[in-house]
């Protein structure tokens, strides 16, 4: 009997040991053991985390992830249809889908949510001269009190810190200026984006007026917040441009924190934030895709990251202590996420 009883148990511990053995064998496999993957990613430095996070997973299961090319918009997405790169993260859609080459469907793909309808978009101006000259629009900066006001280089009109050319947003901006008729009201300033907020937030702390364009996830809203600092403004009506014209109800935002008016007429379709890819390599490596499809990231984990960017953690080892930093509070997730993507590769 004590024989017997010894088998057994000597049985249980090997089918434990066989257990955990399998069960830790699952949680280091490699699905992309040998593969190298060629990423890009965009010229605004508000998408560099997600970019990292993705490929830090892509990394932990065994790819050999090449430093992503940073490129403009039309550039990328010529490119990942051509098969030169597999993937971004900084994928807003539709603002992006005017920018995509007739043959996108066939060769890429959009997948996943890094953030659903997170990508809000819109015109903020400081709240002390809102309440002074009662700005609920932009129709209000063609008073000359207005323009007068934020004038920052003495041309005579308000002067908008804007987006630089091949973001996408600039044709909206651009857009705007001819179907609301302000050319003669307000100036887009379209240099670098970083060092024009720059000098408009000195200006601001200065005492002076703000206005500029931002869009979310970003460091701006972070700094300067929409209710206390600045206030989001309406466009005067919603006249949409082709590449909006199928999201026409996402660009008016109810319950925005911060805006003048509830809902707001933002002017900017509130965008999906997506991961794009070339489909034959999504198709080669399903562990890769998966993943994509399931990467995730709360718009206010950007917001303070993008922040400790803006406050000089911009370099490549200070991102990758963000990564590492947010993986250590999100594990669980994370490992989840890993999980499914071994799985797929099943």
């Known amino acids: ?15 434990a ?27 605004w430095d508000t998408g560099f985390f997600q970019e990292a996070l993705v490929r830090r997973g892509l990394e932990t299961l065994g790819y050999d992830v090449e430093k992503p090319k940073t490129l403009v918009n039309p550039i990328f997405y010529k490119t990942v249809t051509l098969g030169d790169i ?24 959009k997948i996943g949510y890094v953030m659903k309808a997170g990508g809000l978009g819109g015109y903020l101006v400081s709240k002390k001269e809102v309440d002074k000259y009662n700005i609920t629009s932009l129709e209000e900066f063609k008073r000359p009190e207005v323009k007068k006001a934020f004038d920052t280089n003495g041309d005579g009109k308000a002067d908008l810190t804007a987006c630089p050319p091949g973001w996408g947003c600039e044709k ?8 609301y008729d302000l050319k003669d009201a307000i100036n887009p300033v379209t240099a670098s984006y970083a060092a024009g907020m720059a000098s408009a937030m000195a200006g601001y702390k200065n005492g002076g007026p703000i206005f500029f364009y931002t869009w979310a996830p970003n460091w701006t809203i972070f700094k300067l917040k929409p209710g206390k600092d600045v206030v989001w403004i309406n466009v005067p009506e919603i006249n949409p441009t082709k590449a909006q014209s199928s999201a026409v109800e996402r660009m008016t935002i109810k319950g925005l924190e911060g805006a003048v008016s509830d809902p707001v007429k933002l002017g900017f379709v509130a965008s999906d934030i997506q991961i794009v890819a070339n489909k034959k390599f999504t198709k ?12 995730t990231v709360p718009l206010s984990d950007i917001n303070e990251q993008n922040t400790r960017m803006n ?12 990564v590492d930093e947010w993986i250590a ?4 997730k994370w490992n989840g996420w890993l999980t499914e993507a071994r799985n797929a590769a099943k």
């Open 172 to 179: 909206i901006i651009s857009h705007h200026m001819d179907v």
């Open 329 to 332: 509070k999100n594990q669980d």
């Open 1 to 15: 009997r004590k024989m017997i009883l010894k088998k057994v148990i000597l049985g249980a511990a090997l089918a």
């Open 311 to 322: 406050e000089s953690e911009k370099s490549t080892q200070d991102i990758q202590r963000h």
């Open 17 to 43: 040991i066989t257990m955990t053995g399998s069960v830790a064998l699952a949680d280091t496999l490699k699905p992309g053991e040998g593969i190298t993957v060629k990423p890009a990613r965009a010229t």
């Open 86 to 109: 597999d993937y971004w993260t900084n994928g807003w859609f539709p603002m992006h889908n005017d920018q995509l080459p007739k043959n996108f469907d066939k060769k890429a793909e």
């Open 284 to 295: 080669q490596n399903p562990a890769a895709r998966k993943f994509f499809e399931v990467f």
